[in-house]
Nanobody, 135 residues
Framework: QVHLVESGGGLVQPGGSLRLSCAAPGFTLDYSAVGWFRQSPGKEREFVAAISGAGAAAIGGTGSDAYYVDSVKGRFTISRDNANNTVYLQLNNLKAEDTAIYYC????????????????????WGQGTQVTVSS
């Protein structure tokens, strides 16, 4: 069974930066699309960003395509390091509304599809990492 581990969260002031990591010990992420979602108290889990994997070409996509929710475009960057089997989410110019628990998941689909598939459909999630933006 795939096990995902998120890390890198913390407390940061508005305008600050963090880099989140999503690792999968014992499972190769290269072929998978990996997505980041977030959830704040009283709200549903929402899509943040996703990056396609090598398997995307088989279903009409392109490996390493990235897709973002509008509210983070220009501030967040998703990337993958296949040598270290890790997907990163760089968070810059953080705002108070970015405060949430951030989760990663993986799927054999494209980054674009991860943005529109309901989060409940994804079977594998990590434990999450808390991001708090506050002065």
């Amino acid at each position: 069974q795939v096990h995902l581990v998120e890390s890198g969260g913390g407390l940061v002031q508005p305008g600050g930066s963090l880099r989140l990591s999503c690792a999968a010990p014992g499972f190769t992420l290269d072929y998978s699309a990996v997505g980041w979602f977030r959830q704040s108290p009283g709200k549903e889990r929402e899509f943040v960003a996703a990056i396609s994997g090598a398997g995307a070409a088989a279903i009409g996509g392109t490996g390493s395509d990235a897709y973002y929710v509008d509210s983070v475009k220009g501030r967040f960057t998703i990337s993958r390091d296949n040598a270290n089997n890790t997907v990163y989410l760089q968070l810059n110019n953080l705002k108070a509304e970015d405060t949430a628990i951030y989760y990663c998941t993986r799927s054999l689909t494209t980054a674009r599809d991860m943005a529109i598939i309901p989060p409940a459909v994804f079977e594998t999630w990590g434990q999450g990492t808390q991001v708090t933006v506050s002065s």
